[in-house]
């Protein structure tokens, strides 16, 4: 339950909630004790972030050396991120077999992704499949990343440190695949790629240096959670789906 909360709060709810008198970080925090009540009470805590073997420019100089994409997951795998010796499993890109020029790039791995090592799987993954059916796509024909390659400890929020890190294997998944569109999931990613306020700006369409156009929308766990926001989502996907057409 809460591996499902924080990712919750990854897709924009804690945005939603916390304009309440009772704050959402409460809500999910332990009472604190009073003179009563004098029994240890375990602290949540988000744990600190690791220590970071690397520095970025041994990131970024690891990142320039693939060529391919195989070459690219292999690299990652062997990458000493900070993240790499908790419990968390790898997740790594995945790159449409049959491209049509469209890339997701996704906040961090969910505990589904996790557990079966597959981006964007679970309810999250099924409705993505729905979103991108309706539009004519696939993961057949859209590849995938996450801005990080493994899932941080009890879903955190990653560190600066740890999304820097993993960057530059991120730029280079796109520099190897050159999509005309990028769409982004969720609060994070909107701000690293697009580097906007999703939530003040759902659907903002902003242009990439090398002309790639980025689409900025909900992640689909926020969607599951405000099935309103469905039509909202669905008019973006639209213009997705036209300017592929041009």
């Not at 996704?106 to 079966?116: G, K, V, W």
């Not at 306020?197 to 002309?211: C, F, I, Q, R, S």
Request: aromatic share 4%; charged share 20%; glycine share 6%.
């Amino acid at each position: 339950m809460q591996d499902f909360i924080k990712d919750l709060i990854l897709a924009g709810v804690k945005w939603e909630i916390s304009d309440d008198s009772i704050g959402f970080t409460e809500m999910i925090s332990h009472a604190q004790p009073t003179p009563e009540r004098t029994r240890t009470v375990a602290s949540v805590v988000p744990p600190i972030s690791p220590v970071v073997p690397m520095s970025i420019d041994t990131a970024v100089a690891m990142a320039a050396r693939p060529t391919t994409l195989d070459a690219l997951s292999r690299m990652i795998l062997e990458f000493n991120h900070p993240l790499r010796g908790s419990v968390s499993n790898v997740v790594l890109p995945s790159a449409a077999p049959n491209p049509n020029g469209v890339m997701i790039i996704t906040d961090i791995p969910s505990s589904d992704d996790d557990a079966c090592g597959k981006i964007l799987s679970g309810r999250a993954g099924e409705l993505l499949d729905k979103m991108m059916g309706a539009i004519g796509m696939s993961r057949e024909t859209v590849s995938i990343t996450p801005l990080l390659f493994w899932r941080t400890p009890g879903g955190r929020t990653p560190s600066r440190i740890e999304l820097d890190l993993a960057r530059p294997f991120v730029n280079r998944f796109v520099e190897l695949l050159e999509p005309r569109i990028i769409i982004t999931l969720g609060t994070v990613a909107a701000s690293e790629i697009a580097n906007i306020d999703l939530m003040h700006n759902h659907g903002a369409e902003t242009v990439l240096p090398n002309n790639i156009h980025v689409f900025s929308i909900y992640h689909p766990n926020y969607i599951i959670l405000k099935p309103d926001t469905k039509r909202d989502v669905w008019n973006i996907l639209q213009n997705v789906q036209n300017l592929l057409k041009n």
